[in-house]
């Protein structure tokens, strides 16, 4: 079983490029979400889905946007990456009740 | 605003001793509690978690107390063992009005280290 699978799981971008962070999942689940998680804090919630075709803010969304197209694939799109945008990025699905299964995590640097 | 507060950055523990992680909420809509454990270099992996019609929960070596009227919930792991070294989020949930999807808030988690 793959779980959650996130790509690239390292990358540093310059100042104003852009990227796609990538999010599979073959549980079958339609909840999914973005987190990150920035040094000493816990994990903030960027966007989340409940389902194929519908998706919605989270906490911190401000430079960040996502689609979800199919059940499987969450991806999180940055357009114009800023230093603010260092971190780790923590994708995980779910279906009820509650527990999350989490990806192993893309750590971002932005210079 | 921080919902879920874990005011103690790190932990340190005898192998064999009982390990007590503290968790503090602030929104009374919050009706289930979870713990993740999380390595370095990994993703948080679920431990347990507790609802709010409960008082106690426990799985193995792992039990999670909550008390409502104070707001707060904890964690205790007895007896430790030096595998238990990780980072360790409360994490708290309240129902969302669209889709009724609930969504987790996490505190910043505690640093537990088991000395053997």
């Known amino acids: 079983n793959a779980g959650v699978t996130q790509t690239p799981k390292f990358r540093i971008l310059k100042i104003g490029q852009s990227m796609t962070l990538q999010c599979t999942q073959d549980?079958?689940?339609?909840?999914m979400y973005w987190y990150r998680q920035d040094p000493g804090m816990g994990l903030k919630l960027i966007y989340y889905?409940?389902?194929?075709?519908?998706?919605d803010k989270g906490e911190v969304p401000n430079g960040y946007n996502v689609s979800r197209s199919t059940t499987e694939d969450f991806p999180l799109r940055l357009e114009l990456a800023a230093p603010s945008q260092t971190s780790v990025y923590f994708c995980?699905?779910?279906?009820?009740?509650?527990?999350?299964?989490f990806g192993s995590g893309t750590r971002l640097t932005v210079v | 605003d921080q919902q879920v507060k874990q005011n103690s950055p790190s932990l340190s523990v005898q192998e064999g001793r009982i390990s007590i992680l503290n968790c503090d909420y602030t929104?009374?809509?919050?009706?289930?509690f979870l713990w993740y454990k999380k390595y370095p270099a990994e993703g948080p992996t679920f431990l347990i978690s507790i609802s709010s019609i409960k008082d106690k929960n426990e799985d193995g070596r792992f039990t999670v107390f909550l008390n409502k009227s104070a707001k707060h919930l904890s964690l205790h792991i007895v007896p430790s063992q030096p595998g238990d070294s990780a980072v360790y989020f409360c994490?708290?949930?309240?129902?969302?009005?669209?889709?009724?999807?609930?969504?987790?808030?996490f505190g910043k988690g505690t640093k537990l280290t088991v000395n053997p």
């Open positions: 929104n009374s809509m919050f009706d289930y």
């Open positions: 889905s409940v389902g194929a075709g519908i998706t």
């Open positions: 995980a699905s779910t279906t009820e009740p509650y527990g999350y299964t």
């Open positions: 994490a708290a949930s309240a129902i969302l009005t669209r889709g009724g999807s609930e969504k987790l808030v």
């Open positions: 549980m079958n689940h339609n909840y």
